[in-house]
Each structure stands twice: as structure tokens, then as C-alpha cells.
């Protein structure tokens, strides 16, 4: 039987996995709408010269709304901060030749940035709960 406190942080759990889903979609809005202007719009050809910028966007809009809302935010602004820009100082360039590597395959640039958005949605969640946050956050 479980005690309280494990349910709690079940709850807790399921509640930030939530939240964080609902502001990755409002921050997946903001990169597929830019990442549109910037190619259809401006005419950046590369696909990655689209997804960067729009990329860039979306962090910023995802980080400072969960920070607020999902994780709790703590004391400690630049870490995190500076814990997030690790995060994407490997996923940008992986992620780049991913959506290169894919896009020379054939696969539309459309389907290219959602395979790549949804990786970074589960690997973003998982790193800023157990590394940005463990410990502190509480939904």
C-alpha cells in the first residue's frame, strides 16, 4: 500500500508532466509559426537557418513559463538558466544534423521539424525535472 507522500509526488509527477505539455505545445506554436515566417516569409531556403531562430524563440518562451509554472522556480536564475543553455549547446547542433540528415533523405521539412520538436520535448522534460530542478520541484 502506498503512503501519502508517494502518491503525492505521483501527483505532483503527472501534474508537471501535464503542465509541461501544455506549454510545450503553446512554445511548439511559437517555433512552427516563426519557423513558417522565416521560410515562406524572409525565404531561408536551409531548413536549419528557419529552425534555428524559431528554436531559439521557443526555448525562451518554454523556459520562462515553466519555470514559473511547472518546476516551481527557485532561487537560482542564472543556474538554471545556464543549466538549460547547456541542455541546448547539445541538443541545437545534434538536433541540426538531425533535421539535415533528414532532410537529405527526402523527408519534408514540415514532418523533419516535428520528429525533431518531439525529441526535444521528452528530453527536455526529463532533463530540467531530473537535472534543473531534482529536488525542487513541486508542482
Known amino acids: 500500500m502506498k503512503n501519502a507522500s508517494e502518491t503525492t509526488n505521483?501527483?505532483?509527477s503527472v501534474l508537471q508532466a501535464v503542465k509541461f505539455t501544455l506549454f510545450s505545445l503553446?512554445?511548439?506554436?511559437?517555433?512552427?509559426?516563426?519557423?513558417?515566417?522565416?521560410?515562406h516569409v524572409f525565404g531561408w531556403e536551409s531548413w536549419w537557418t528557419s529552425y534555428?531562430?524559431?528554436l531559439i524563440l521557443s526555448v525562451l518562451w518554454n523556459f520562462t513559463f515553466n519555470r514559473k509554472y511547472?518546476?516551481?522556480?527557485?532561487n537560482h536564475v542564472a543556474r538554471d538558466m545556464a543549466l538549460v543553455a547547456l541542455y541546448y549547446a547539445v541538443f541545437t547542433p545534434?538536433?541540426?544534423w538531425l533535421?539535415?540528415?533528414?532532410?537529405?533523405?527526402?523527408?519534408?521539412?514540415?514532418?523533419v521539424t516535428v520528429i525533431v520538436m518531439l525529441?526535444?520535448?521528452?528530453?527536455?522534460?526529463?532533463?530540467q525535472k531530473f537535472v534543473v530542478y531534482r529536488?525542487?520541484?513541486?508542482?
Open 10 to 12: 505521483k501527483d505532483n
Open 26 to 39: 503553446s512554445a511548439g506554436v511559437i517555433q512552427l509559426g516563426s519557423n513558417a515566417i522565416f521560410t
Open 52 to 54: 534555428l531562430p524559431a
Open 70 to 74: 511547472t518546476f516551481k522556480p527557485t
Open 94 to 96: 545534434v538536433s541540426i
Open 99 to 111: 533535421g539535415n540528415w533528414l532532410e537529405v533523405l527526402g523527408i519534408p521539412d514540415l514532418l
Open 119 to 127: 525529441l526535444n520535448f521528452v528530453t527536455e522534460f526529463l532533463f
Open 135 to 139: 529536488g525542487e520541484a513541486d508542482a
